[in-house]
């Protein structure tokens, strides 16, 4: 029985081991021990964006007409705007699981039944909330460096 039992540990190991040896961040994210930044649209004709993704985590988007609106402490939702449907929870997923290139049939769609396509999603997002709270970037070359 004990041997079965090493027998097995020994294979999970080898199994776990690649994945632990060769892990790497995912690409696109940029972590340190206080900051987590995401490069958007990195394969953009305007250059990658960097979007400081610490310093939004307990942002309210200050819009009363804004779509997705948050109450304090749950600011998460307001950009993370899905939830799970038995629990009420915010889903944390990327952006781009559900906001894909343009064309895909499987983007949302907004009340006038425009694809919202990710470019689309993150300028609403972010430029009328940059707006409304006049603070950060609302044109093109302040967000898209060539140079990031």
């Not at 190991?13 to 930044?37: C, H, K, N």
């Not at 781009?96 to 983007?107: I, K, Q």
Request: charged share 25%; net charge positive; proline share 7%.
């Amino acid at each position: 029985m004990k041997i079965k039992l090493v027998i097995l540990i020994l294979y999970g190991l080898v199994l776990a081991a690649p994945g632990v040896l060769f892990a790497r961040p995912s690409p696109g994210i940029e972590q340190t021990a206080d900051r987590l930044v995401v490069r958007l649209d990195e394969r953009g004709t305007r250059g990658p964006v960097k979007f400081d993704h610490t310093k939004h985590e307990t942002t309210v988007n200050p819009d009363p007409n804004a779509k997705f609106k948050t109450k304090v402490g749950a600011s998460c939702s307001g950009c993370h705007h899905t939830e799970n449907k038995s629990t009420g929870a915010p889903q944390l997923w990327k952006c781009v699981l559900c906001h894909r290139s343009s064309g895909n049939p499987a983007n949302p769609k907004n009340d006038e039944w425009n694809e919202l396509w990710s470019k689309t999603a993150f300028h609403k997002l972010c430029v009328d909330c940059h707006q409304v709270s006049k603070k950060g970037p609302v044109k093109c070359g302040d967000c898209h460096k060539s140079n990031q």
